[in-house]
């Protein structure tokens, strides 16, 4: 079965970094595009990223970009989230997800879309 373990968050002030990793295990990593979502309290989870197994097609919301940067390793069944210069908006809990795609390159940026989801790893940024 496939499994999907985040790790990385922590409480972090505003302007700092934080890379958060989603080990995955079982499955076949290659061939998934990886997708980070992320959740406030009250909130509906909402797309942040999203790298496709060709390991180069990657996606962002807007809210994001120029911020936060999606990578794999593909050696590694890994998928990284780096966050520059986070803001206390970015406070959520973040969950990496995982699709079984056809093609490398496909972006899927729905929840419903993915197949697997990690437990969630809190973030937290204070003022």
């Known amino acids: 079965q496939v499994q999907l373990v985040e790790s990385g968050g922590g409480l972090v002030q505003a302007g700092g970094s934080l890379r958060l990793s989603c080990a995955v295990s079982?499955?076949?990593?290659?061939?998934?595009?990886m997708g980070w979502f992320r959740q406030a309290p009250r909130k509906e989870r909402e797309f942040v990223a999203i790298v496709g197994w060709d390991g180069v097609t990657t996606a962002s919301t807007a809210f994001v970009k120029g911020r936060f940067t999606i990578s794999r390793d593909n050696a590694k069944s890994t998928v990284y989230l780096q966050m520059n210069s986070l803001e206390p908006e970015d406070t959520a809990v973040y969950y990496c997800?995982?699709?079984?795609?056809?093609?490398?390159?496909?972006?899927?940026?729905?929840?419903?879309?993915?197949?697997?989801w990690g437990q969630g790893t809190q973030v937290t940024v204070s003022s």
């Open positions: 997800a995982a699709k079984e795609a056809r093609t490398g390159s496909t972006i899927y940026r729905t929840p419903r879309a993915y197949d697997y």
């Open positions: 079982g499955g076949t990593f290659s061939r998934y595009a």
